[in-house]
């Protein structure tokens, strides 16, 4: 079956620029989470909902980053006025259930690169 | 707090020679651990986890795990290396407590299989 996709894989942004990248979850997964991925660094998290609650966002750098997810499906990140530290990978991941011992399904990313 | 250590940021092993990836983690509760794969350009792969029960857990592609409480460690590894390993492997831990799911990642291990 399909996995989790995002859109666009690859943005460049001027600085000051809004973007938004969008996650497709898998059908069904309760669990959609956001990581921002530093060149050679792991994973950090951002924020998580279940289905349209935005349970966590305590991983958001900044009030220039928004995220939502209206109808428990589709979510979009949003960035403002964007900003050369902003330049990463953005990963989304979906999981299963409520219960936190369901492995994460991640999308291939979106690289942001802010000049 | 949770965090976890790679202290290893490469790894290189002859082919058909056993492997392993180091991990320690630190976590305030009892943990569910998960280890990771990235192939270039595209998203992480899960490989496996532990929960809880057996310490030794057995994941995709002939990779193994063993949890060690004591040590607060959750060191990957393969009998036999094959040049397809080759990767950036990331462990990860979550908290084991209900609404509590995101990940906290490692800065990774560069496997290198040499032929």
């Known amino acids: 079956g399909a996995g989790v996709s995002q859109s666009p894989r690859y943005k460049v942004a001027k600085r000051g620029q809004d973007v938004a990248l969008r996650c497709d979850p898998i059908?069904?997964?309760?669990?959609l989470f956001w990581y921002q991925q530093a060149l050679g660094q792991g994973p950090e998290f951002l924020t998580y909902?279940?289905?349209?609650?935005?349970?966590?966002k305590s991983g958001l750098p900044s009030d220039r980053f928004f995220a939502e997810r209206p109808e428990g499906s589709v979510s979009t990140l949003k960035i403002q006025r964007t900003q050369q530290e902003d330049s990463a990978v953005y990963l989304c991941?979906?999981?299963?259930?409520?219960?936190?011992?369901?492995?994460?399904?991640f999308g291939p990313g979106t690289r942001l690169t802010v000049l | 707090a949770q965090s976890v250590a790679q202290p290893e940021d490469q790894v290189n092993v002859a082919e058909g020679n056993p492997l392993t990836v180091k991990c320690t983690y630190s976590?305030?509760?009892?943990?569910?651990l998960f280890w990771y794969v990235q192939y270039p350009n595209r998203g992480l792969q899960f490989l496996l986890k532990?929960?809880?029960?057996?310490?030794l857990v057995k994941g995709s592609y002939g990779f193994e795990a063993e949890f060690n409480k004591s040590q607060t460690s959750f060191h990957l590894k393969k009998p036999s290396a094959l040049v397809s390993d080759s990767a950036l492997y990331f462990c990860?831990?979550?908290?084991?407590?209900?609404?509590?799911?995101?990940?906290?990642f490692g800065t990774g291990t560069r496997l290198t299989i040499i032929p």
């Open positions: 532990y929960i809880t029960g057996d310490n």
């Open positions: 909902f279940q289905n349209e609650a935005q349970l966590d």
């Open positions: 991941a979906s999981s299963l259930t409520l219960v936190g011992d369901n492995e994460q399904f």
């Open positions: 976590v305030s509760g009892n943990p569910y």
């Open positions: 059908s069904g997964h309760v669990s």
């Open positions: 990860a831990v979550s908290l084991n407590n209900f609404g509590n799911e995101k990940l906290t």
